[in-house]
T-cell receptor, first 116, second 115 residues
Framework: GAVVSQHPSWVICKSGTSVKIECRSL??????MFWYRQFPKQSLMLMAT?????????EQGVEKDKFLINHASLTLSTLTVTSAHPEDSSFYIC????????????FGPGTRLTVL | AQSVTQLGSHVSVSEGALVLLRCNYS??????LFWYVQYPNQGLQLLLK??????LVKGINGFEAEFKKSETSFHLTKPSAHMSDAAEYFC?????????????FGSGTRLSIRP
């Protein structure tokens, strides 16, 4: 089946630094990818839609200058948390749909971000 | 707008007992519905999906779900729970039919299995 990878799987950083998270579709191309964040014991909240070759579309309440998204190629999207603060600590998950029809999305394994 | 509501944030059953996790949807168009499972500190794994074909959908690990339009429900069941089923389960709906369509998740149900 289709595989989506994320790197790194976990990261610890100091407050004020920026962290980049990569999402890759390993065996298919994805013009669209999605970024979610998940707080402990909560559901996944969609942050933004990453579009290859154009700007990302952010959900209401998500700061686009805080969470920079770049869809550099058909297999890679990156999320950069700029000037991270402890409240940004969360589990970040990406997904990518493959093909049309059922539009099944494949999820990455997630990245655990801890900001000290 | 499409949405899903999961009834019960925590369900506990005995090993070997029936598992029933409830999900109701709201959609102005025929929905595509999903059930995902998440083990601790891991991503999501698709259990099953409904895409307007058969109303009774069979998934992995012995799970199945039935789409009932009259009840706007898509409950997840498994006849006999196993200890390895303990996890977080999410019901989800696709907001459209294109590759750019978003998935909206329910609040999740944590399934615990008693020995």
């Amino acid at each position: 089946g289709a595989v989506v990878s994320q790197h790194p799987s976990w990261v610890i950083c100091k407050s004020g630094t920026s962290v980049k998270i990569e999402c890759r579709s390993l065996d298919f191309q994805a013009t669209t990818m999605f970024w979610y964040r998940q707080f402990p014991k909560q559901s996944l909240m969609l942050m933004a839609t990453s579009n290859e070759g154009s700007k990302a579309t952010y959900e209401q309440g998500v700061e686009k200058d805080k969470f920079l998204i770049n869809h550099a190629s058909l297999t890679l999207s990156t999320l950069t948390v700029t000037s991270a603060h402890p409240e940004d600590s969360s589990f970040y998950i990406c997904s990518a749909p493959r093909g049309t029809g059922t539009n099944e999305q494949f999820f990455g394994p997630g990245t655990r971000l801890t900001v000290l | 707008a499409q949405s899903v509501t999961q009834l019960g944030s925590h369900v506990s059953v005995s090993e070997g007992a029936l598992v029933l996790l409830r999900c109701n949807y709201s959609s102005s168009v025929p929905p595509y519905l999903f059930w995902y499972v998440q083990y601790p500190n891991q991503g999501l794994q698709l259990l099953l999906k409904y895409t307007s074909a058969a109303t009774l959908v069979k998934g992995i690990n012995g799970f199945e779900a039935e789409f009932k339009k009259s009840e706007t429900s898509f409950h997840l069941t498994k006849p006999s729970a196993h200890m390895s089923d303990a996890a977080e389960y999410f019901c989800a709906v696709l907001t459209g039919y294109s590759s750019a369509s978003k998935i909206i998740f329910g609040s999740g149900t944590r399934l615990s299995i008693r020995p």
